[in-house]
């Protein structure tokens, strides 16, 4: 008798135990359902997205230099770096040749000239018939023509800077037997504009106008903005690459400039598109352009899950395209916790949100 009560005793109290557990599990549940979250203003703005991109440094003229004759190059007057003046000697080719060529030139045409003369007069004193005089006649124009092609070619035997510049590469050296039209240097003009070329995809294309405003920088000049502006946009693709190319014009702010610099270029699209502004703190599960943000329904109590369209993110910021309409807040912190339907707490506010929103905030925070 004394077993049953003892033992009828023993399992009362492990039944209180357990019964006492299930309720302190219940409460402990009922306190972690509600996520704490904190809430972020929409904004709406109208913005362009920044094109971020990379290109190299160049002027607007840059041209190869070369003979336009064949021949032994005598002599090299610049090297490579080097600033040139307008009309300065570069280089000249071996004139042995080419003076040879000139003198007898020359002397047929001087020997034509005789011939005409002489024609003329006997055609006068009908001592010599009209085709004899036409034949010496088209003899000197070909004497004389001759001539000119052989002054020609001894005028462009050396070569001169075409204007103010720089010598960017020297592709020969003295000695060396060159082709007519083979290149002898690279030259670039400082008489004009510095640019820069970037290829850009075809919807950055259609975002693009003439004059937009730009950064540029480069590592030569850490820290230092050059301002730029979109001066050039090509109509056609480029079959290599399949990017357009974009030239943009620099503003050398009187540093020195070298072409061939790497530049890291910011263009400033001057068209402008509505976007939803968020925290990136916000976004959530993000794929590409898709991803989900939370906001919290009417009753202040639940999370609802939304999915939008990210057009571009800029420092801590997301501007969505679509899914944020009459959206006014979103979570941050807590929402990667959430699911749809969650139940939440409210515990701070960021941004300046409606009164009645602010004061279900405020009571929400003195409970």
């Not at 402990?28 to 509600?34: A, E, G, P, S």
């Not at 004759?69 to 570069?90: A, W, Y």
């Not at 950064?215 to 030569?220: G, M, Q, Y």
């Not at 993110?313 to 959430?338: N, Q």
Request: glycine fraction near 6%; proline fraction near 2%; aromatic fraction near 8%.
């Amino acid at each position: 008798m004394k077993n049953k009560t003892y033992f009828s005793t023993i399992l009362a109290i492990f039944l209180l135990i357990f019964w006492a557990g299930c309720r302190s599990d219940k409460k402990q549940t009922q306190k972690v359902k509600k996520i704490p979250v904190k809430l972020a203003v929409v904004e709406q703005k109208e913005m362009a997205r920044v094109l971020h991109t990379y290109g190299r440094l160049a002027t607007k003229k840059e041209i190869k230099l070369s003979f336009k004759i064949n021949g032994i190059i005598e002599k090299i007057l610049i090297d490579e770096g080097q600033s040139v003046k307008k009309g300065q000697l570069l280089a000249r080719l071996d004139l042995s040749e080419i003076d040879a060529q000139v003198k007898q030139a020359r002397s047929s045409f001087q020997k034509a000239e005789r011939d005409l003369e002489r024609a003329g007069n006997l055609y006068k004193e009908k001592a010599a018939t009209l085709e004899q005089f036409q034949n010496i006649q088209t003899a000197f124009q070909v004497a004389q023509s001759q001539l000119k092609i052989a002054e020609f070619n001894l005028r462009f035997s050396e070569i001169r800077a075409p204007s103010k510049g720089r010598i960017l590469k020297r592709l020969v050296e003295e000695n060396e037997l060159v082709g007519a039209g083979m290149s002898v240097f690279f030259f670039a003009s400082t008489d004009k504009d510095w640019i820069v070329r970037v290829g850009v995809s075809d919807s950055d294309l259609v975002r693009l106008k003439l004059k937009d405003p730009a950064s540029v920088t480069f590592d030569a000049y850490p820290g230092l903005e050059f301002r730029a502006s979109v001066s050039e946009i090509v109509e056609s693709a480029d079959p290599m690459t399949g990017t357009y190319e974009i030239e943009l014009k620099v503003d050398a702010r009187e540093r020195r400039l070298v072409s061939g610099f790497v530049a890291k270029v910011d263009i400033f699209p001057s068209s402008k598109s509505c976007y939803a502004i968020i925290p990136i703190d916000a976004l959530v599960e993000a794929d590409r352009n898709h991803g989900y943000v939370y906001t919290v329904n009417n009753d202040s109590k639940t999370a609802r899950r939304i999915p939008v369209t990210i057009g571009f993110l800029f420092e801590d910021k997301v501007a969505v395209v679509s899914g944020l309409d009459k959206i006014t807040h979103v979570v941050t912190e807590g929402a990667p916790y959430l699911s749809d339907g969650a139940e939440v707490e409210i515990i701070l506010h960021q941004g300046n949100f409606n009164k009645e929103i602010q004061q279900e905030t405020r009571e929400k925070v003195e409970k």
